[in-house]
């Protein structure tokens, strides 16, 4: 059973840097992409990223696209999330998820998720 793990989560200010990791204990055909989700207080997960480990075609939600690089490294079987330009409203747990597709993995139709990291961008 593949684990993901998520690390890089805290307080920053707004307009302050952040970058997320999540690695993964191996990979099988239900890992062939990975992404990102996260959820504010109050509001349903949504998605934010996801990246192909062959190629690393990546796909951004118009809310971090432009501020947002979403990066792997193959031999650590390691997803990273640089967010620049934060926002307080990008406050959230973000979840670290994969699938068999970037299409599957954005849609959020997922059985494999992490435990969650807290980004809290303060005004």
């Known amino acids: 059973q593949v684990q993901l793990v998520e690390s890089g989560g805290g307080l920053v200010q707004a307009g302050g840097s952040l970058r997320l990791s999540c690695a993964a204990s191996?990979?099988?055909?239900?890992?062939?992409?990975m992404g990102w989700f996260r959820q504010a207080p109050g509001k349903e997960r949504e998605f934010v990223a996801a990246?192909?480990?062959?190629?690393?075609?990546?796909y951004y939600a118009d809310s971090v696209k432009g501020r947002s690089t979403l990066s792997r490294d193959n031999a650590k079987n390691t997803v990273y999330l640089q967010m620049n330009s934060l926002k307080p409203e990008d406050t959230a747990v973000y979840y670290c998820?994969?699938?068999?597709?970037?299409?599957?993995?954005?849609?959020?139709?997922?059985?494999?998720w992490g435990q969650g990291t807290l980004v809290t961008v303060s005004s």
């Open positions: 990246i192909a480990w062959s190629g690393g075609r990546t």
């Open positions: 191996g990979r099988t055909y239900n890992t062939n992409a």
């Open positions: 998820a994969a699938g068999p597709t970037t299409a599957i993995v954005a849609s959020g139709n997922l059985e494999l």
